[in-house]
């Protein structure tokens, strides 16, 4: 009988190990009954993420998922999901994504793996098994990388900057030897008059290994070591001068941008960096799972732990929160003491610690691994600490898209600050826009500065102000034409005038409406004073050549045809002007052969 007992109660704490995993996971973890159509079973996550406890959930009763989803995305289950049901055969499974309402009155998304885990006695699904893994920060964090490439996309396209994609070509000793265009934009094929796309760099610029600067020999350290190189260099096949700034796109795949400083040689920009999307893992509670004894030893672990942590089963084993082979950083990428890992916390003090991250060195990748983590007790019938239960999450890909999100903005403001060029985002709909710092600087304003379509106005000279509101009413909006226009503004904080170049991008809903304008600013004060001073001195002149008390002819140095004279010339010859321009003195008889 004791024996019996033993093995009961033994069973019983494997079971209650069990459900604590389950009940503890990362993930919500339901099953729904198709047939009594209600959810019978709920894991903690519904509270850990939507904040609802378990009795919150059980008053929803069958109108759970009514509740909680978006209506449209309701209908999309009902008619789309449930369906699907009943043609899964054992062991399948359906991925879908979805938006949840937390108990703060807040959507987040998730992605859902489901598959049949009981059917009835004639075979037909009865219940589905249901994991959901929230993905709301990488969702947050792919939209905000799609509209990075949104932006990358009309600044490549319609921006200033001349732009080229080029692959590397390697001799067999992995040397570079050329490179191909495989893409430019309207701006490079401008400042080189040359098309070069689908073209090797020897054959749109014949000659170009002979010149001062080795082009092939550099980019090749940019595509193949993943150098960036910012430079001032003069194309000896044209003469003209470029200030580029060149980086590696992936490996042996490159960019450069540039712009001409052959008359000013102005340091303008690097270019905005896109990155590859990451995609979410999509395999069923892909969370992973290590349990320690009250020793601190670990004694069980999933293929998902092994996976993150480069160890094998074998190697975790035995392996504690202080053993000194782990290689754990915090954030700011000090290292992360033994003593402080969740599970020693848990240990020490016997209670959860939520949501630490940790840095963990995956010797069989090479690199660390995010991990959000999560520790919990778990007591035995006499509340004697019996396991620590320690949860992972990978966030490595959330702490790239950061990386990659920072170093993104980095580039794009200085490509800005270079080219003086500032960029804004307007929302047609509410009249509110947005722009960088480098448009703050152009207009005098900073983070204060109440940014509506009024107050744009208010920044337009106002001579300006009116011609400039007819103009984005009748033409850009009313026409849905691009904006392009160069005007005088006032800028704010020191209230001199200067003169804009301002081009802008209509963006259209569904029904054709415009609902959105993205564009740039420049800064063209400097140019457009020396065009007006060159028109006022050729005025000027045409004054005192007209005016001129004597005869005045102006005529080429080779070939001596008059290329203009002024009034006084009728009187004193009897010529028209026009009868003189294009000629020489001797055709008009002014003067002979032999003079």
């Not at 509410?430 to 960088?436: F, Y």
């Not at 103009?471 to 800028?491: M, S």
């Not at 050549?545 to 005045?552: D, G, K, L």
């Amino acid at each position: 009988i004791s024996e019996r007992i033993s093995i009961e109660k033994d069973l019983l704490e494997r079971n209650k190990l069990i459900e604590s995993i389950i009940k503890n996971s990362h993930e919500i973890i339901n099953i729904y009954d198709l047939v009594e159509q209600k959810n019978i079973f709920h894991n903690n996550g519904v509270y850990k993420i939507l904040g609802y406890t378990i009795s919150e959930i059980k008053s929803m009763s069958n109108d759970f998922l009514k509740t909680l989803l978006p209506e449209n995305e309701w209908n999309t289950y009902r008619n789309e999901i449930v369906p699907k049901y009943y043609k899964l055969t054992d062991g399948e499974v359906i991925t879908h994504k979805y938006r949840m309402l937390d108990k703060t009155g807040k959507y987040r998304w998730f992605e859902s793996t489901e598959s049949i885990y009981k059917r009835t006695s004639d075979g037909k699904p009865k219940q589905i098994y249901g994991s959901a893994k929230d993905i709301t920060d990488s969702y947050i964090a792919q939209q905000a990388l799609l509209e990075a490439e949104w932006k990358f996309q009309a600044l490549f396209e319609k921006g200033p900057i001349g732009v080229a994609y080029h692959e590397m070509i390697y001799d067999k000793n992995g040397n570079p030897i050329d490179y191909k265009f495989l893409d430019a934009n309207e701006a490079f094929l401008k400042f080189t008059d040359v098309d070069p796309r689908g073209k090797t760099l020897k054959e749109a610029f014949p000659g170009i290994e002979n010149d001062e600067f080795d082009w092939i020999g550099e980019y090749g350290k940019v595509a193949k070591y993943g150098q960036t190189i910012r430079i001032e260099k003069k194309l000896g096949l044209n003469e003209r001068w470029y200030n580029i700034v060149a980086y590696q796109y992936k490996p042996d795949f490159f960019v450069a941008a540039f712009t001409e400083i052959t008359k000013e040689k102005i340091a303008e920009k690097s270019f905005l960096e896109s990155r590859q999307l990451f995609q979410d893992l999509v395999l069923n509670m892909q969370i992973g799972c290590v349990v320690h004894n009250p020793d601190g030893q670990i004694f069980l672990s999933n293929t998902k732990a092994e996976e993150l942590l480069g160890l094998s089963k074998d190697q975790l084993n035995g392996k504690s929160p202080i053993d000194k082979n782990w290689n754990t950083i915090y954030e700011s990428g000090e290292i992360f003491p033994g003593e402080e890992h969740p599970a020693s916390k848990t240990l020490k003090t016997k209670k959860p610690v939520f949501n630490d991250i940790m840095g963990v060195y995956n010797s069989q990748i090479e690199k660390y691994v995010w991990l959000k983590i999560d520790s919990v007790p778990l007591f035995n019938f006499e509340g004697e600490l019996k396991h620590v239960i320690v949860t992972f999450a990978d966030i490595t890909k959330q702490k790239e898209d950061e990386k990659t999100l920072i170093e993104q903005k980095i580039n794009l403001q200085d490509i800005q600050k270079i080219a003086q060029i500032g960029t804004y985002s307007f929302n047609i709909k509410t009249g509110i826009w947005t722009c960088s710092d480098v448009l703050d600087e152009i207009f005098g304003i900073d983070e204060s500065y109440i940014r509506t379509f009024e107050s744009w106005a208010n920044i337009i000279h106002e001579d300006w102000r009116q011609m400039m509101l007819d103009y984005f009413a009748n033409e850009v909006l009313e026409k849905c034409e691009k904006f392009d226009k160069e005007y005088k503004i006032v800028r704010q904080n020191d209230k001199t005038i200067r003169w804009v170049h301002g081009n802008g991008q209509l963006k259209f809903d569904e029904a054709g409406n415009p609902i959105f304008m993205i564009g740039a600013v420049r800064d063209i004060t400097e140019s457009k004073h020396a065009q007006i001073a060159l028109a006022e001195s050729k005025q000027k002149f045409m004054k005192i050549f007209e005016r001129a008390p004597s005869m005045i002819a102006i005529t080429e140095i080779d070939t001596g045809k008059f290329i203009d004279v002024n009034a006084l010339s009728y009187n004193l010859t009897g010529y028209e002007p026009v009868e003189v321009i294009g000629k020489i003195a001797v055709e008009i008889g002014w003067l002979t052969m032999e003079v």
